[in-house]
């Protein structure tokens, strides 16, 4: 009987404490054999399911693992390069604002300007505003200024960042349409200035600055529908018009 009823031997049994209240013992039992009951049946795969599962768990677990190694080795990554970002953004900043003042003072023939960041503190998403203050009048921020001066004082920030950045080859297209005579001038003669490091393509149509160039194209169009370019070397065209002998040149 404790073999089939209880699951014990004698020998077991024979060592477990005596119990003083066989009524409350009796409950225990039915208690316990109740619960064992509501347990249902033994699943005798069980085992065998674990093992399956549990190797699923363990490979998920390891997948798990790898990932968020991963994401880590991202997630610094990302932080280096932003911090090699602010870094060289904050130097080029600093490097434009000390080349704006003079470029801005050549263009303007006089004033000061500077760049402002909106928000110091988050480098990687601030905005960047320009204060300028033009010959004879206070600082103002270059919202306040009229469409010709704001082209120029767009001018004058990208001549700042090119002697920041130097580079070999740079293209306007009318960077200077909205600028008034004096100021197309003004402009050319710098950008005859700075084309000592920097060859520069420049398609416009303001007279001042096509003055300025060596190599003049134009496209004609002699037929309707028809195009032809042509090329002018104003220095060769400039000799050809000078005087020569008491005859006058061709140009």
Same mark, same amino acid.
């Given at each position: 009987?404790?073999?089939?009823?209880?699951?014990?031997?004698?020998?077991?049994?024979?060592?477990?404490?005596?119990?003083?209240?066989?009524?409350?013992?009796?409950?225990?039992?039915?208690?316990?054999?109740?619960?064992?009951?509501?347990?249902?049946?033994?699943?005798?795969?069980?085992?065998?399911?674990?093992?399956?599962?549990?190797?699923?768990?363990?490979?998920?677990?390891?997948?798990?693992?790898?990932?968020?190694?991963?994401?880590?080795?991202?997630?610094?990554l990302i932080h280096?390069?932003?911090?090699?970002?602010?870094?060289?953004?904050?130097?080029?900043?600093?490097?434009?604002?000390?080349?704006?003042?003079?470029?801005?003072?050549? *263009? !303007?023939?006089?004033? %000061?300007? &500077?760049? +402002?960041?909106?928000?110091?503190? $988050?480098?990687?998403?601030?905005?960047? =505003?320009?204060?300028?203050?033009?010959?004879?009048?206070t600082i103002q921020?270059?919202?306040?200024?009229?469409?010709?001066?704001?082209?120029?004082?767009?001018?004058?920030? *990208? !001549?700042?960042?090119? %002697?920041? &950045?130097? +580079?070999?080859?740079?293209?306007? $297209?009318?960077?200077?349409?909205?600028? =008034?005579?004096?100021?197309?001038?003004?402009?050319?003669?710098?950008?005859?200035?700075?084309?000592?490091?920097?060859?520069?393509?420049?398609?416009?149509?303001?007279?001042?600055?096509?003055?300025?160039?060596?190599?003049?194209?134009?496209?004609?169009?002699?037929? $309707?529908?028809?195009?032809?370019?042509?090329?002018?070397?104003?220095?060769?065209?400039?000799?050809?018009?000078?005087?020569?002998?008491?005859?006058?040149?061709?140009?």
């Amino acid at each position: 009987r404790l073999s089939s009823d209880y699951s014990m031997t004698y020998e077991y049994a024979s060592t477990q404490p005596m119990v003083d209240e066989l009524e409350n013992a009796q409950d225990e039992v039915a208690k316990l054999r109740a619960e064992i009951q509501s347990l249902g049946n033994i699943n005798m795969d069980a085992p065998t399911e674990f093992e399956a599962v549990n190797e699923r768990y363990e490979f998920l677990t390891d997948q798990l693992a790898e990932l968020n190694k991963a994401k880590k080795q991202l997630e610094d990554l990302i932080h280096e390069m932003d911090q090699i970002m602010i870094e060289r953004f904050s130097q080029t900043f600093n490097a434009i604002n000390q080349h704006l003042p003079e470029v801005f003072a050549s *263009l !303007f023939g006089g004033g %000061k300007a &500077r760049l +402002v960041l909106e928000d110091p503190n $988050d480098l990687l998403n601030t905005g960047i =505003d320009i204060d300028v203050a033009p010959p004879g009048k206070t600082i103002q921020n270059i919202r306040l200024f009229s469409g010709g001066e704001k082209s120029l004082i767009a001018i004058s920030v *990208l !001549f700042a960042i090119l %002697k920041t &950045r130097h +580079v070999p080859l740079c293209v306007f $297209d009318e960077v200077e349409a909205a600028l =008034d005579q004096a100021n197309v001038e003004r402009f050319a003669k710098y950008l005859k200035k700075f084309a000592q490091d920097t060859q520069f393509i420049v398609i416009t149509h303001r007279p001042g600055t096509m003055a300025m160039c060596d190599n003049l194209y134009g496209v004609t169009m002699p037929e $309707d529908g028809v195009s032809d370019m042509l090329q002018v070397k104003l220095l060769d065209a400039m000799t050809l018009a000078e005087p020569s002998g008491g005859v006058d040149g061709v140009a």
